[in-house]
């Protein structure tokens, strides 16, 4: 008798299955307002991250505009490829010399214009030097948590309490949300 393949039935995503411990150790997950479709079409409430923005945003710490601000430069410090965390691009060929390895591709426009208004937008809340212009950089632009940047990073090496850094971080957004305002007009 022939061995027969039996065909497994897809596991249907059921109401009590929830992340892992693990998972729920690596920051606050929430399941999603509205199904969404997966790849077959059927309806899910799958759980998601809840970043910092919309934390401080659900406390009523800042507002909706301020938020927008800081996705805005998050979503332009992406295209201009700053996160220290990056893997090997396989897809771009490598031309070898005495000096090592270099990309024979140089940055596309499209992420030069992203780093120049990364870098505008952290001058006008004051620089990297500055306590905005590093809590930005991190918190926002790497995404580290507003503890870890008080903690570790801090203002000029020095630690920085979770309150102070939280105003800091209120106090740069509302900054940055104005220089997108005027950025928009001229």
Known sequence: MPNRIRRQMPIRASADIAPTQERRTHGFIERTERPINDVAGRAGRPYRFVDTLAMIERRGSITAGM??????????????QLDPLKAFDISRPRTGNSAGFKSAAAPSSRI???????????????????AGGSCIWHVVGWQQSLKEWALEQGWNGRRVSQEAASGILIASLGTLEAHFAQSRRC
Do not use: C, M, P, T
């Open 67 to 80: 938020r927008q601000a800081g996705e805005d430069f998050r979503d332009r410090f992406a295209v201009a």
């Open 112 to 130: 030069e214009e992203a780093r120049k208004l990364v870098w505008d937008a952290i001058v006008a809340v004051g620089g990297l030097g500055s």
